[in-house]
C-alpha cells in the first residue's frame, strides 16, 4: 500500500516531469510510491499534501533542532530580511554570529558557509594547505556531504566490496567521480584502534587529516569507543596530522559546545551546519587560530556568494539565543532518554533482539541482534528488513522515522513527554503488526540511493 494519498501523489507525478526522480536530494526518493511531499511543518509535526499528520523524528535530517517554524526564528529571520540579504561585504550579524559560535564551541576562530558539504570541502582544503600534504583518513559508515573527496564508504557502501578490515578498500559511491580522487582517502573501520595506528604510522607523511564525525551520524548513532577520539588526537598530534571533527549532526544538538564539549576532545578543525539554523542554510568552519589563519587571501581559497548571508546569519543568531535562555539540550535529553528507554522496553517485551546506540537528542537501534554495533559492517549484519517495516508500520500510523535505520532518530525541544508518549503508544502497535511474522531470521539490506 503506496504512503501517498491522491493529492500527494498527483504533486508527486507533476514533480517527476521537471525534477530527476521529483526529489531534489537523491535521500528523499523512496520510489515512486512512497515518495512524500510534505506541506508544512509546526513543532514535532509535519503535514503531507494530503493533510495526514506525522510526528517528525527526520527533522529534515538533523537540522530541526528547537521545532519546525519556530515562532523566534522565523520572527528574526523575517526581521533580518528588512536588512537585505547580501552585500559582499561584512555585515554586524556575520561579526556576532562568530564572536557567539567561538565561545559557545570553545574555537578560535570561524568562517560562514552554507551547507554541511561545503564546510567539509573547505576545512579538508584547510587541512591539506596548513600540512602540505594531499591524502586524510575517514572511517566506513561516516557521511560528509557530497563532494568528490569524501563520497568513498559511506553508509551506502555495500559490504561486500569494503575488502578485509585488516586492509579495507574505499568504496566509491558515485560514478561521476575522477578515478584518482580514490588515491586521495583511506577509509578505516571506525573504533578499530590497531588499524588506525598502523595506517598513521605507514603514512603519515602524506596525511593531511584525519575527517570523522564524533559519533555515527549516519549509522545508527553509533558511539566512539572509550579513549577512541582521544586516540585520534594523540595520533593527530604526534604526527602533525590536522583533526577534523565532522559536527555537522552533532553541534548545537548534543550538547550546547557540541561533541568537542560531550566528548571532552578539542579537533584541530570543526564544521557545523544543520542545528545551527534550524532548517534555515547556514554552515561554519572553525577551529585552532593557527589551523584556520592558513585561510590567507590570495593564498588559500575560502570563499562563496551566500557565505554569511542575512538569512542564514539572523536564523543561527536566533538559534543561539534559545539555546542560551531556554532549557533546550537538557529538556531534549530528558524526553529522548524517556523515548529510548521506551523503545527498549516495547522491543524487549515484544521478544525482538535490539540493541540502541547514540545519545537522547540522536538516537537509532539495530534490530535482529543484541551485539551493540561498534562499526558500519557490524551494523550491516542487523536485521534491516525488519527495521523496514517496522518504519513503514509507524509512518502509517502517523509516527515518521526514516525507513532507513542508519539514519537516527532526531528529537528537538518541541517533541515534548506528551508528545513522547503519543509515540510510544503507536510505536506499541506497530511493534504488535511485525512481531507478529518475526521469525528471527535476518532479511536482506535494502538498496539506499545517494
Ligand atoms: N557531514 C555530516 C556528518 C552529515 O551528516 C552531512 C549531511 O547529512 C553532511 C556533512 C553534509 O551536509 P549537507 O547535506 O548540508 O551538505
Redesign the pocket.
Known sequence: MSLQGDRTRALYQKGKQYIPYGVNSNFRYWGDDDTLVIARGEGAYIWDADENRYIDYRLG??PIILGHNHPYVTRRVQEGLQDGTVFAWMTPREIELAERIARMCSVDKVRLSN??????MHALRIARAYTGREKFIKFEG?????HDYVLFSTASAQKGALGSRRSPIPQQISSGIPAHIREYVFCLPFNDFELLERTVAAHWGELAAILF?PMM??TAGIMPAPGFLQKIRELCDQYGIVMVM?E??TGFRIAKGGAQEYFGVRADLV?Y??ALGNGFPI?AIAGKDEVMMTVHPGQVSLGGTFTGNGIGTAAALAVLDVLDNEPVIERTTANGKRMMEGIGHILTDAGIPHSLSGVPAMFGFALGTDQPPVDFRAYLDSDHGLYEDLSYALIRRGVMPDADGREPWFLSYSHSAAVIDETLNIFEDAVREVARDYKGSPKPSIDVVE
Open positions: 535530517f538533523g551547507s554541511g558539504t561545503e564546510a567539509t561516516h557521511y560528509h556531504g557530497m564525525e551520524g549516519n565532522d555537522v549532526k564544521t551546519a544543520k554552515a
